[in-house]
């Protein structure tokens, strides 16, 4: 910890300097990562001197697949609960998620970690409950003695601008969250100094690998993304110019602009406007006509095509979800075809996982439960996102019950769609001595029809 403001102030400003070199330069790094995030892309080659036309053409040629990339893996890590290695419903640091509405905002820290390498939560004691944050991350900033350390030395979160106008910065170190303001034209100063009493910087990460450098999954494919950009840039342009079938004429005396107070006084005019809608004419006996033949696009579709399937090949995705190929597939061949990304995001659980428990172990720690903050053996429970039929996963798990006496209750959490809510209401039907017939009772609600008024009798005729 700082030992005086000035040295509070100086750390600040290093750490500022730090974050701004890694995050401020929108060519390299994470700022070129969040530029193309945004669909600013670096546009395709034009030689010198070209029209506006062209340069319009490569403005729209932008086709941005890359936010796309992250949220396929975004919208398969869903923590769905937190258990200790011996329970059977979730263990007591899970009311913290809960209250801190974690549930929404955990995918702050799952994209910051797949968009540009590392993200951060923050951790911090509370009223009723600890304050557990995900923190943008092009907006935080942490340094550590050793890479592998649980928790980092110093951290930043850039937290914004006060009302007027001074930017405000948070340092946090093992014992002291300082809040520094810097007003316009002014040096940085310390406007608050506050007590956390954790003994530990309360930052953790979350890194999408944990060897070598953190460069998330968009960095790599950069380069994949520009060459699309190029196959649909000469895609438009043959578009524009070659789809169109040109004409030629011979045989014709070319006019030329008879007016002597024109500066354009005998120079050749075009004869013919060529358009899809206009027909040469001419009296001339001489004259012959012709066109050539239209540019074949098909090359630069397969191109284009050929660059979106490297892309999802090198990003671990199945080609479907970003072609939208497939179609009429059954359940286990669209499962075959996302078994590489379904591996990836186990990949990711195992990692993330490690870190959500590290956060909830420090947020029990804060709120004084130093049994839960001792757990290493609880573990956080990931929702199975997996493309499943229902009938083949219920007739399996129902054999498992059957044929290898496994409790049927441990099999609830393996049907596909079902969360830690719905397992935790069957457990409490299951404990009611009319569980069962609570159940039927609302099936039968389900499946009953709204009775038919009775009709009156007809009339008898005489």
Same mark, same amino acid.
């Given at each position: 910890?700082?030992?005086?403001?000035?040295?509070?102030?100086?750390?600040?400003?290093?750490?500022?300097?730090?974050?701004?070199?890694?995050?401020?330069?929108?060519?390299?790094?994470?700022? =070129?990562?969040?530029?193309?995030? %945004?669909?600013?892309?670096?546009?395709?080659?034009?030689?010198?001197?070209?029209?506006?036309?062209?340069?319009?053409?490569?403005?729209?040629?932008?086709?941005?697949?890359?936010?796309?990339?992250?949220?396929?893996? #975004?919208?398969?890590?869903?923590?769905?609960?937190?258990?200790?290695?011996?329970? =059977?419903?979730?263990?007591?640091?899970?009311?913290?998620?809960?209250?801190?509405?974690?549930?929404?905002?955990?995918?702050?820290?799952?994209?910051?970690?797949?968009?540009?390498?590392? *993200?951060?939560?923050? #951790?911090?004691?509370?009223?009723?409950?600890?304050?557990?944050?995900?923190?943008?991350?092009?907006?935080?900033?942490?340094?550590?003695?050793?890479?592998?350390?649980?928790?980092?030395?110093?951290?930043?979160?850039?937290?914004?601008?006060? $009302?007027?106008?001074?930017?405000?910065?948070? #340092?946090?170190?093992?014992?002291?969250?300082?809040?520094?303001? %810097?007003?316009?034209?002014? =040096?940085?100063?310390?406007?608050?100094?506050?007590?956390?009493?954790?003994?530990?910087?309360?930052?953790?990460?979350?890194?999408? $690998?944990?060897?070598? /450098?953190?460069?998330?999954?968009?960095?790599?494919?950069?380069? !994949?993304?520009? $060459?699309?950009?190029?196959?649909?840039?000469? !895609?438009?342009?043959?578009?524009?110019?070659?789809?169109?079938?040109? $004409?030629?004429?011979?045989?014709?005396?070319?006019?030329?602009?008879?007016?002597?107070? +024109?500066?354009?006084?005998?120079?050749?005019?075009?004869?013919?406007?060529?358009?899809?809608?206009?027909?040469?004419?001419?009296?001339?006996?001489?004259? =012959?006509?012709? +066109?050539?033949?239209?540019?074949?696009?098909?090359?630069?579709?397969?191109?284009?095509? +050929?660059? #979106? %399937?490297?892309?999802?090949?090198?990003?671990?995705? +199945?080609?479907?979800?970003?072609?939208?190929?497939?179609?009429?597939?059954?359940?286990?061949?669209?499962?075959?075809? /996302?078994?590489?990304?379904?591996?990836?995001?186990?990949?990711?659980?195992?990692?993330?996982?490690?870190?959500? /428990?590290? &956060?909830?172990?420090?947020?029990?720690?804060?709120?004084?439960?130093?049994? &839960? &903050?001792?757990?290493?053996?609880?573990?956080?429970?990931?929702?199975?996102?997996?493309?499943?039929?229902?009938?083949?996963?219920?007739?399996?798990?129902?054999?498992?019950?059957?044929?290898?006496?496994?409790?049927?209750?441990?099999?609830?959490?393996?049907?596909?769609?079902?969360?830690?809510?719905?397992?935790?209401?069957?457990?409490?039907?299951?404990? *009611?001595?009319?569980?069962?017939?609570?159940? &039927?009772?609302?099936?039968?609600?389900? *499946?009953?029809?709204?009775?038919?008024?009775?009709?009156?009798?007809?009339?008898?005729?005489?």
């Amino acid at each position: 910890m700082p030992a005086t403001d000035g040295a509070v102030v100086g750390l600040a400003e290093e750490l500022i300097a730090e974050h701004k070199a890694a995050t401020g330069n929108p060519h390299d790094g994470a700022g =070129k990562i969040a530029r193309y995030l %945004r669909g600013d892309h670096d546009q395709p080659y034009a030689p010198r001197g070209a029209r506006d036309e062209y340069r319009e053409l490569a403005r729209k040629s932008i086709t941005n697949w890359l936010p796309l990339i992250s949220e396929t893996y #975004v919208k398969g890590l869903f923590v769905d609960g937190y258990r200790a290695a011996s329970g =059977k419903e979730n263990a007591g640091p899970w009311r913290y998620w809960q209250e801190n509405r974690l549930d929404a905002r955990q995918t702050i820290a799952h994209r910051g970690a797949l968009d540009f390498g590392a *993200s951060f939560v923050r #951790v911090l004691p509370g009223g009723r409950v600890p304050s557990i944050r995900p923190l943008p991350a092009l907006k935080t900033h942490a340094v550590y003695e050793d890479d592998d350390d649980e928790f980092p030395v110093f951290g930043l979160y850039e937290k914004g601008r006060s $009302r007027d106008g001074a930017d405000l910065f948070e #340092v946090y170190d093992d014992a002291v969250v300082h809040l520094l303001a %810097r007003p316009k034209g002014e =040096k940085l100063r310390i406007v608050r100094q506050d007590l956390h009493r954790l003994g530990r910087t309360p930052f953790v990460r979350f890194r999408d $690998r944990l060897d070598g /450098e953190n460069r998330g999954v968009i960095a790599p494919l950069i380069v !994949l993304q520009d $060459r699309i950009n190029e196959a649909v840039f000469s !895609l438009l342009i043959a578009l524009q110019f070659a789809s169109f079938r040109q $004409r030629w004429a011979t045989g014709l005396a070319i006019p030329t602009v008879d007016d002597p107070e +024109s500066p354009l006084f005998g120079q050749p005019v075009e004869p013919f406007q060529a358009a899809v809608d206009r027909l040469w004419v001419t009296d001339s006996p001489d004259a =012959k006509f012709g +066109s050539f033949d239209q540019t074949d696009v098909t090359g630069h579709l397969e191109t284009y095509g +050929s660059g #979106v %399937r490297t892309l999802a090949a090198i990003a671990q995705l +199945s080609p479907h979800v970003l072609l939208g190929d497939l179609v009429n597939l059954s359940a286990d061949a669209l499962a075959a075809a /996302e078994a590489s990304t379904q591996r990836k995001i186990g990949e990711y659980e195992t990692v993330f996982g490690e870190s959500w /428990e590290s &956060a909830l172990r420090l947020a029990a720690f804060a709120a004084g439960d130093k049994t &839960a &903050a001792a757990d290493t053996t609880a573990q956080v429970r990931w929702r199975d996102t997996e493309a499943r039929s229902m009938a083949a996963a219920v007739d399996a798990l129902g054999k498992m019950v059957t044929m290898l006496a496994v409790p049927a209750e441990a099999a609830w959490e393996r049907i596909p769609g079902v969360t830690q809510d719905d397992i935790e209401r069957w457990r409490e039907m299951a404990k *009611s001595p009319d569980g069962l017939a609570q159940l &039927a009772a609302i099936f039968d609600r389900q *499946s009953a029809t709204p009775a038919q008024p009775e009709k009156e009798p007809a009339p008898v005729k005489e």
